[in-house]
């Protein structure tokens, strides 16, 4: 399966291949080409940040992430379009970093890491995913060498996709990359954050939207509604 190398979020659509059909559907799902791959790169912010007041933030896909000014599932209607990312927005600049999946469709994530003094861990929130591979390089990577890598067979030596481990946050350690599975069968805004403290509020943490806005449970008529409000950079805690 190719990965189109000129988009952040990279779509390919396949036929599934239901040969293993007889097996547990859990196992099912992952021998199915994945029809959803996402293919995204993370530099961390710099170590010393505290020490010398670096106004160099962490990114992913070259999008500093921030929180929107009111919450995307109650009050989306009411968020600035130009405050999400897109194709427009500056390298490095801040917006709502939000990545739109189909619902039910098979997702695999590959992560990697650009470089950094530590490791980083990852939590997804509404989801567990499969860690079907894992490598790590001892260079940074440019995107379009990891999916030519990817497309040619030659990320990773192998896919575990019999007995993978199940979990919800994954460690990527520096230079890393890992290949995550799960089933985009739960509608919603979720978000996949950096869970090192310093960067809770800016940087590295992205969201997915699976599914449209008809898929999502809506809100009661009554439901308390939020001011515009964006959070301090860093939670004091």
Request: proline share 6%; hydrophobic share 40%; aromatic share 12%.
């Given at each position: 399966?190719?990965?189109?190398?000129?988009?952040?979020?990279?779509?390919?659509?396949?036929?599934?291949?239901?040969?293993?059909?007889?097996?547990?559907?859990?196992?099912?799902?992952?021998?199915?080409?994945?029809?959803?791959?996402?293919?995204?790169?993370?530099?961390?912010?710099?170590?010393?940040?505290?020490?010398?007041?670096?106004?160099?933030?962490?990114?992913?896909?070259?999008?500093?992430?921030?929180?929107?000014?009111?919450?995307?599932?109650?009050?989306?209607?009411?968020?600035?379009?130009?405050?999400?990312?897109?194709?427009?927005?500056?390298?490095?600049?801040?917006?709502?970093?939000?990545?739109?999946?189909?619902?039910?469709?098979?997702?695999?994530?590959?992560?990697?890491?650009?470089?950094?003094?530590?490791?980083?861990?990852?939590?997804?929130h509404g989801y567990s995913f499969y860690v079907v591979a894992i490598q790590k390089f001892n260079k940074t990577l440019e995107?379009?060498?990891?999916?030519?890598?990817?497309?040619?067979?030659?990320?990773?030596?192998?896919?575990?996709?019999?007995?993978?481990?199940?979990?919800?946050?994954?460690?990527?350690?520096?230079?890393?990359?890992?290949?995550?599975?799960?089933?985009?069968?739960?509608?919603?805004?979720?978000?996949?954050?950096?869970?090192?403290?310093?960067?809770?509020?800016r940087g590295l943490d992205f969201v997915f939207k699976v599914g449209t806005e008809k898929d999502f449970v809506q809100a009661?008529?009554?439901?308390?509604?939020?001011?515009?409000?964006?959070?301090?950079?860093?939670?004091?805690?």
């Amino acid at each position: 399966m190719e990965v189109d190398k000129n988009m952040a979020v990279s779509v390919v659509m396949q036929k599934p291949n239901y040969m293993l059909m007889s097996l547990q559907r859990i196992v099912v799902l992952l021998v199915i080409l994945a029809s959803v791959v996402v293919v995204v790169y993370y530099t961390p912010m710099p170590e010393e940040y505290f020490e010398n007041c670096d106004q160099s933030w962490g990114h992913t896909d070259g999008h500093r992430f921030t929180y929107p000014a009111s919450p995307l599932l109650t009050q989306g209607a009411g968020i600035p379009p130009e405050s999400i990312c897109s194709s427009n927005t500056g390298q490095g600049e801040e917006c709502v970093h939000v990545k739109n999946i189909r619902l039910d469709s098979t997702v695999e994530i590959i992560m990697f890491d650009q470089g950094g003094e530590s490791d980083h861990i990852f939590h997804l929130h509404g989801y567990s995913f499969y860690v079907v591979a894992i490598q790590k390089f001892n260079k940074t990577l440019e995107k379009d060498m990891v999916i030519k890598m990817n497309n040619d067979g030659t990320l990773f030596p192998s896919r575990n996709i019999i007995r993978p481990v199940l979990k919800d946050t994954i460690v990527i350690p520096k230079f890393g990359i890992v290949s995550l599975r799960f089933q985009a069968d739960n509608p919603g805004y979720w978000l996949m954050r950096d869970e090192r403290s310093a960067h809770w509020t800016r940087g590295l943490d992205f969201v997915f939207k699976v599914g449209t806005e008809k898929d999502f449970v809506q809100a009661p008529s009554d439901f308390p509604k939020c001011g515009s409000y964006v959070g301090p950079e860093y939670f004091l805690i």
